[in-house]
């Protein structure tokens, strides 16, 4: 059974930075994707990183610039350094991880950006 375990996610104020972090587990493969989604409230949940085993990056345009993602293949985490947070950041970030070609969800850290 594959688990993904957020963590990392809080209240900070405008400017202010944050780092996520998501670990996969109980699988034999690592997965071939990892990375990070968010949705606010009345939204839809939408990309906002991810990055392949062989380090390609795809990234929203809204977080550039400001976002950072990076994983452990290792460890089997991703981890998601943001900065330079507006409150239009605040949202539910959510990990995914594609393993055999199947997506794995965690189950979701609120990050408000807030002053």
């Known amino acids: 059974q594959v688990q993904l375990v957020e963590s990392g996610g809080g209240l900070v104020q405008p400017g202010g930075s944050l780092r996520l972090s998501c670990a996969a587990s109980?699988?034999?493969?690592?997965?071939?994707?990892m990375g990070w989604y968010r949705q606010a409230p009345g939204n839809q949940r939408e990309l906002v990183a991810t990055m392949s085993i062989t380090g390609g990056i795809n990234i929203a345009d809204a977080v550039k610039g400001r976002f950072t993602i990076s994983r452990d293949n290792v460890k089997n985490t991703v981890y998601l350094a943001m900065s330079s947070l507006k409150p239009e950041d605040t949202a539910v970030y959510y990990c995914?991880?594609?393993?055999?070609?199947?997506?794995?969800w965690g189950q979701g850290t609120q990050v408000t950006v807030s002053s």
């Open positions: 109980g699988s034999s493969f690592r997965p071939a994707v």
């Open positions: 995914k991880a594609v393993i055999l070609f199947r997506d794995y």
